[in-house]
């Protein structure tokens, strides 16, 4: 069978495209009833997917509230991609995904890194140029590179040279690649 025909691709398809805000409360009394791992992964995905398409950063901050009360890497993992898509309001209380930035497990570690990519606090950088200095997980920095090419200031340049110096073709890149886009938008505008 073609993937295409499959059941659970036109659900997973389905629950990309909701869009509506109601269905948030129903989620969250959902996961309070105590869902599988599955199923909380499922709704999770759902309030992402939400958020996503209505720009709703409600949404973010709901996914934000089971952070603490997650324990599978699995469903944690569809937890912050979830909030990776969703635009973060100014005063979004982003301590639980910051907390998660010192994970032993690298699939939260790094999904928790992504997550911070729609971030305007300017702590979200500080956070982010101090796992680049503590850890030597090629891919930490690489994430932590991909964000700061979103969100950085010219505060992470030195950080970000840094990585310059790397053996890691992928962070030697990412690096280079968030330093020319922060420099791009320190750049003085010329109109």
């Not at 105590?34 to 901050?61: D, H, Q, T, V, W």
């Not at 100014?90 to 994970?103: A, H, K, N, Q």
């Amino acid at each position: 069978m073609n993937s295409e025909e499959s059941v659970s691709w036109h659900a997973y398809r389905e629950a990309e495209s909701l869009q509506e805000l109601s269905a948030i409360q129903e989620l969250d009394a959902f996961l309070r009833g105590g869902p599988s791992k599955a199923e909380r992964s499922a709704a999770y995905f759902m309030i992402g997917a939400i958020g996503n398409n209505l720009e709703e950063s409600r949404c973010a901050s709901t996914l934000i509230s089971y952070i603490p009360s997650e324990t599978d890497k699995q469903a944690l993992a569809t937890l912050l991609d979830g909030i990776a898509k969703i635009p973060l309001a100014i005063g979004t209380d982003l301590e639980p995904v910051y907390e998660l930035l010192r994970e032993t497990r690298w699939l939260v570690r790094h999904r928790a890194i992504q997550a911070l990519r729609t971030s305007t606090a300017p702590e979200t950088e500080d956070r982010l140029l101090a796992v680049l200095a503590e850890s030597t997980d090629p891919y930490d920095r690489v994430y932590c590179h991909s964000v700061l090419n979103r969100i950085g200031t010219l505060k992470s340049i030195p950080a970000l040279e840094a990585g310059l110096e790397s053996s890691k073709r992928d962070v030697k890149l990412s690096a280079k690649a968030a330093i020319q886009e922060i420099l791009l938008r320190s750049a003085p505008s010329t109109s």
